[in-house]
């Protein structure tokens, strides 16, 4: 049995998220209330319900602590690692956009008029849910297909209960991935940009491979990141950790960056024998750097 809570932050993609999970063969039930989770559960059990996600809302941080000690026995009946608090957020920028765009009240908008507020009230009330989930999904620059595709990739199938690295590729300029737990700053690699011949291809291109790896000291470099990936993917799944995210940086997030995420993907995959998902987040932004 799988169970996936979503929850998060509202205006970032929880409805989107948890109609993804339907259409992949959840079960689903939309806020459902706090007190009626357990037993709800155990209604699944016992009519053979495999995969469940449950999509929540909370108003007070009281109401928090009361469902992660929920959360917390259900970890503890379920082994094997099959209960899982995905948190979705996005930027306030992106949020405020979201809603003047569709027109819709913020939830707490009845008691904080001003939207910026009622984003940054909800942000403090989460933070304790955003530091213990399993999984973090940053929207900020996803749309709505980007986030059913993460979705699917992550529970489309029964990996989704192993040890799955998310790899970013990303321009500095841009921010960092919020959800990021290793990031590696590829800046100092000769640049591709400078070559008129390159500028005009991405990191995926096998002359700018050729041209970033010709240089001993991205050789090096790779050779590091893949030691400490080594190390720490058994330490993760040791210690039940389901999703590393690991994020590598340029300047614009179009050559040096896509040319190392490729590169670990491969060797992930190839050698460490577990699932890798690669997203380029910044490859198709026009850089001028």
Request: aromatic residues 10%; proline residues 2%.
């Amino acid at each position: 049995m799988r169970i996936v809570f979503i929850t998060g932050i509202s205006g970032s993609g929880k409805t989107t998220a948890l109609k993804t999970l339907e259409d992949i063969g959840f079960y689903t039930v939309d806020n459902i209330p706090i007190d009626m989770i357990y037993d709800f559960i155990s209604l699944t059990k016992k009519a053979n319900i495999k995969d469940v996600a449950l999509s929540l809302f909370f108003k007070e941080e009281e109401t928090i602590q009361k469902f992660l000690e929920i959360i917390n026995k259900l970890k503890d009946e379920i082994k094997d690692g099959k209960v899982f608090l995905v948190f979705i957020e996005a930027s306030d920028e992106a949020i405020i956009r979201r809603y003047k765009e569709t027109r819709r009240k913020h939830p707490l908008g009845d008691e904080i008029k001003s939207i910026e507020n009622a984003i940054k009230k909800e942000k403090e009330i989460m933070k304790l849910l955003y530091d213990t989930s399993d999984i973090k999904i940053d929207t900020t620059q996803m749309n709505i297909h980007q986030l059913r595709e993460k979705i699917r990739e992550l529970f489309g199938d029964e990996k989704g209960t192993e040890l799955t690295f998310q790899i970013y590729s990303f321009g500095f300029r841009y921010g960092i991935p919020q959800e990021s737990d290793l990031v590696f700053d590829v800046r100092f690699i000769r640049n591709p940009n400078f070559d008129p011949h390159l500028k005009k291809f991405d990191g995926t291109h096998p002359e700018v491979q050729k041209f970033i790896f010709e240089d001993e000291n991205a050789r090096k470099y790779l050779e590091m990141i893949k030691e400490m990936i080594r190390f720490l993917a058994d330490r993760f799944k040791k210690e039940g950790k389901f999703i590393a995210t690991i994020s590598v940086g340029c300047t614009g997030g179009r050559h040096r960056s896509v040319a190392f995420a490729e590169k670990i993907k491969e060797f992930i995959e190839n050698e460490i024998k577990v699932k890798a998902i690669l997203t380029h987040r910044d490859k198709e932004k026009e850089s001028t750097i």
